[in-house]
């Protein structure tokens, strides 16, 4: 649809994701372990499949991975797993269509303030993540918005395969 409307589509960012948090391993179940990856892992798969199937040179895919895809995340198993899923289908990604031209990479945010954190009253995530963070904060939406910005324009055109925490230093 987007090429029969706009004729091409030169920048896809998968971004799609469910944040199943505060579950262990005794507390998982097929079902939300399916969901999970149905959502976070399928999603990505297939958007690389038709994005790139459609894309000219020069195209990019962005997907939206996350901090704890990239280290340990106590009572996170389905979310952190599906996310550092996404990180190795970037680069599986990137190798593939590298010869078609097209970049592929990740952004790996850390806790960024927006509605799905500062409206859970008395949110404990955020002093844990403003203490563990060396920036001593959390990410603000633009900051997060201006990394995908840059790897979507012709600035990156040499970038692919790569995962760029944007997470002010908390997996350092």
Known sequence: RAVQAYGSVDILINNAGIQPLGIRFEELTPQLLQRTFEVNVH???HGIKHGARVMKRGGRIINTGSFVGMIGSPAGTAY???KAAVIHLTKLAAIELAAKGITVNCVCPGTVLTPAVT???NNPEIPFVSRATP???LAQPEEI???FHFLASDDASYVTGTI???DGGITA
Request: no cysteine.
């Open 119 to 121: 409206s859970i009253p």
């Open 43 to 45: 999603s990505v798969a």
């Open 164 to 166: 760029l925490p944007v």
């Open 80 to 82: 952190s797993t599906s």
């Open 145 to 147: 918005a201006a990394v």
């Open 135 to 137: 920036l001593g904060r």
